[in-house]
């Protein structure tokens, strides 16, 4: 019986007795509770006849994905000297240059009835073969199908690389080992020595200016129009003061074109600091391409069964250095002011 009065049931026998206990309604079971401190809240804004509010809120942010920008974020890469070079396509893979190397015999003032003096031509060859630059990357297929900017990313950013290889090549390539020959490795171009500038007032602007004189008199008798430099190298001459303080190149509040003594200046970290070259672009030659940057899509050893996608850039091409003295380095000039 008492098992039966326990389950919510009566004594067998009252019938006036409570047949059963209530059920616990939700309010009764949990009912609306506030913390202590929600209470004195609510006590001190009846007490003040004053308004009491909640500040609770409800939010997702913390659960949102973050926005995915629509590229990659790229690294930086120099100027492309090529694009300040003249170029030639070639449909071989070498190219042969008939080199007029020197003159024997010279005309000269002649009598009546007298003998005329001969002049020989003397030529060689010069034999250039191209060069071929490239590389390649491998890109899941995950990748290509989930961020397919990726893949686009990644053929560009592979392209500009091989193009820093080639403004190396074209400066300074040994000419040895499958590199091609750059400038400042070519046999017969000129030299001039900075340190070698010395006497009163005497500055790397002088050592500029000589060094064009030294290019107009040479036996290209070239016209300087391009000079390549590191840019520590040019803001340090830009830099230069007189004894009052005023910049030698002008006013830095006007704006000017990029230029010594109306040479086109290009900056660049592929060449040392303190180091310059000095061309005429009409008269040096000219970089000979047997192929531009092509792109080819494939798949090596085990790619395919890997899911990956593999990119080939490549390029063939070599620096035709026909005139050595339309060339000028340039060595010792200032680093810092």
Do not use: C, W
């Not at 004894?243 to 660049?268: K, M, Y």
Request: aromatic share 6%; proline share 4%; net charge negative.
């Amino acid at each position: 019986m008492d098992a039966v009065i326990a389950a919510g049931g009566s004594q067998r026998g009252f019938a006036d007795a409570e047949v059963g206990k209530k059920a616990l309604t939700g309010a009764q079971l949990n009912p609306l509770r506030f913390s202590d401190a929600s209470a004195k809240t609510l006590y001190d804004a009846v007490s003040k006849r004053q308004t009491a509010s909640v500040k609770a809120f409800s939010t997702v942010d913390s659960l949102l994905p973050p926005e995915l920008a629509p590229g990659v974020l790229a690294k930086i890469h120099e100027h492309r000297l090529l694009d300040y070079l003249p170029t030639t396509a070639i449909s071989a893979p070498s190219y042969e240059i008939i080199v007029h190397s020197s003159t024997t015999g010279a005309p000269t003032p002649v009598a009546e009835g007298g003998t005329k003096p001969e002049v020989v031509l003397n030529t060689d060859k010069q034999i250039l073969t191209a060069v071929k630059l490239a590389a390649h990357v491998g890109i899941s297929y995950e990748s290509i199908s989930d961020y397919p900017t990726f893949y686009g990313y990644a053929q560009a950013e592979v392209m500009k690389e091989i193009m820093d290889v080639e403004n190396a090549q074209i400066l300074s390539g040994s000419g040895t080992s499958g590199n091609m020959t750059g400038f400042l490795n070519t046999s017969g171009i000129l030299t001039h020595d900075a340190s070698a500038d010395t006497g009163t007032n005497v500055t790397a602007l002088d050592s500029i200016e000589m060094s064009i004189a030294q290019l107009r008199v040479g036996s290209a008798l070239a016209e300087a129009d391009l000079i390549v430099m590191h840019p520590t190298t040019y803001s340090a001459i830009r830099r230069l003061k007189n004894t009052l303080g005023n910049f030698l190149i002008g006013d830095p509040t006007e704006q000017g074109a990029r230029e010594l003594f109306g040479v086109r200046i290009v900056p660049t970290t592929a060449i040392a600091a303190g180091s310059a070259l000095m061309l005429d672009t009409s008269k040096f030659g000219k970089v000979l391409v047997r192929e531009g940057i092509t792109v080819h899509v494939g798949h090596s050893g085990t790619d395919f069964v890997q899911n990956i996608a593999r990119l080939v850039l490549e390029e063939r091409l070599v620096l035709a250095v026909e005139r050595p003295a339309a060339v000028l380095a340039i060595s010792n000039l200032p680093t810092a002011a």
